[in-house]
């Protein structure tokens, strides 16, 4: 069946824009995340949501993230007035019902600030 | 959640098992073993998991000491399409945070021709 995908696979961006990025999770996965990976590093948990209510937002870097989910599906990642050290690789998961069961990553989306 | 300890790097050639070991003294009654893969530039993907019994799936097979202090995966018949990080991680299933996956630097597989 299908994965969890994301889009665009590749963004490259100007200092000081807006990005969007989007997770569709596996159909019928209530529980979704994002994480961010940059190279050297390891996974950075940003937000969870469960149906369209974020119960974490605890690992939103700063204001400039912001996240919403709607339709107990699709989520979008939004960074606002992007800087360089937002570089990286953004993953989404999903799971199925509830946080204890197996999460599935998406390709991920990697962004280039310049 | 536990720590966990891997080899930074192993090769294994290609048709043979693929033995990847994975050290979590510190684990508790109440966490589980997962393991991903990593393959360059792609997202994460899901392998197994277990708690204390040994484990099989389609793509591999976890063994769990019965200390449950270490645990080592099995790719059974290496391919090259194997060729990537492995990460094993120790994983609460339920508490504050137990969600928030926590990947370390993992073992680089090699599946040689």
């Known amino acids: 069946g299908a994965g969890v995908s994301q889009s665009p696979s590749n963004k490259v961006t100007e200092k000081g824009k807006d990005v969007e990025l989007r997770c569709d999770p596996i159909?019928?996965?209530?529980?979704l995340y994002w994480y961010r990976q940059s190279l050297g590093q390891g996974l950075e948990f940003l937000i969870y949501?469960?149906?369209?209510?974020?119960?974490?937002k605890s690992g939103l870097p700063s204001d400039r993230f912001s996240a919403e989910r709607t339709g107990g599906s699709v989520s979008t990642l939004t960074i606002q007035r992007t800087q360089q050290e937002d570089s990286a690789v953004y993953l989404c998961?999903?799971?199925?019902?509830?946080?204890?069961?197996?999460?599935?990553f998406g390709p991920g989306t990697r962004l280039l600030v310049l | 959640d536990a720590k966990t300890t891997q080899p930074t790097s192993m090769d294994c050639a290609e048709g043979r098992a693929a033995n990847l070991p994975c050290n979590h003294s510190?684990?508790?009654?109440?966490?589980?073993v997962y393991w991903y893969r990593q393959i360059h530039s792609q997202g994460p993907q899901y392998i197994i998991h277990?708690?204390?019994n040994n484990e099989t799936n389609e793509m591999a097979s976890l063994i769990i000491t019965e200390d449950r202090k270490s645990s080592t995966l099995i790719l059974p018949h290496a391919t090259l399409r194997d060729t990537a990080v492995y990460y094993c991680?120790?994983?609460?299933?339920?508490?504050?945070?137990?969600?928030?996956?926590?990947f370390g630097k993992g073992t680089k597989l090699s599946v040689i021709p």
């Open positions: 998961a999903s799971s199925l019902e509830t946080i204890q069961e197996t999460q599935y």
């Open positions: 159909s019928g996965h209530t529980a």
């Open positions: 949501f469960q149906g369209n209510s974020a119960p974490d």
């Open positions: 510190t684990i508790s009654g109440n966490e589980y």
């Open positions: 277990g708690l204390k």
């Open positions: 991680i120790v994983r609460r299933i339920s508490g504050a945070g137990s969600y928030q996956l926590t």
